[in-house]
T-cell receptor
Framework: DTEVTQTPKHLVMGMTNKKSLKCEQH?????MYWYKQKAKKPPELMFV???????INESVPSRFSPECPNSSLLNLHLHALQPEDSALYLC???????????????FGSGTRLTVV | SQQGEEDPQALSIQEGENATMNCSYK?????LQWYRQNSGRGLVHLIL?????REKHSGRLRVTLDTSKKSSSLLITASRAADTASYFC????????????FGQGTILTVHP
């Protein structure tokens, strides 16, 4: 299995809703990432998990709450979002080890989120 | 903030022509990677070049890296309509453990 699977593919939520985005990989990658991408812009890093522990939080607002229950799963819990949070949310994974950082990322196809 | 700057922002060519995209960055890196994105979906990893490498090939792709100029280029030879996509360079490593930072991207359109 060489894929990162993200669900759902599309999500529309109100500003008072609570929802979760899910990401799964079975490649044995011990680093997992959440990126946010606005239209016609590059992906922007939100969170990095390494060995199931949060290692980087790029000053993301607390209405976004990541969770890594095990080495294959990554969740992003959403609560009280704003319309400007509408974007494509991408999950990725990569190997970790000697020469950390010298590996390509495998991306999921993303969740297109619309906040109304 | 995004480290990489790419040019051109958009490139339009005919099938069979070569496409060259450039990327510049600001800080020291361990590696530089190129990704392709079709229609706002997931990114696909194309190639990774390490800071001690100067050139790398993969199929119709050729990547060069000049660390003295902090720049890289991606050449796609004999382009096809299916190569139409956005292409991003991304820099990793240095002091930013596990952090990959993307450039602004080049939108490539290949006309049949």
């Amino acid at each position: 299995d060489t894929e990162v699977t993200q669900t759902p593919k599309h999500l529309v939520m109100g500003m008072t809703n609570k929802k979760s985005l899910k990401c799964e990989q079975h490649m044995g990658h011990r680093a997992m990432y959440w990126y946010k991408q606005k239209a016609k812009k590059p992906p922007e890093l939100m969170f990095v998990y390494s060995y199931e522990k949060l290692s980087i939080n790029e000053s993301v607002p607390s209405r976004f709450s990541p969770e890594c229950p095990n080495s294959s799963l990554l969740n992003l819990h959403l609560h009280a979002l704003q319309p400007e949070d509408s974007a494509l949310y991408l999950c990725a994974s990569s190997l970790l080890g000697p020469g950390t950082g010298n590996y390509g990322y495998t991306f999921g196809s993303g969740t297109r989120l619309t906040v109304v | 903030s995004q480290q990489g700057e790419e040019d051109p922002q958009a490139l339009s060519i005919q099938e069979g022509e070569n496409a060259t995209m450039n990327c510049s960055y600001k800080t020291s890196i361990n590696n530089l990677q190129w990704y392709r994105q079709n229609s706002g979906r997931g990114l696909v990893h194309l190639i990774l070049i390490r800071s001690n490498e100067r050139e790398k090939h993969s199929g119709r792709l050729r990547v060069t890296l000049d660390t003295s100029k902090k720049s890289s280029s991606l050449l796609i030879t004999a382009s096809r309509a299916a190569d139409t996509a956005s292409y991003f360079c991304a820099t990793g490593g240095g002091t930013s453990y596990g952090k990959l930072t993307f450039g602004q991207g080049t939108i490539l359109t290949v006309h049949p």
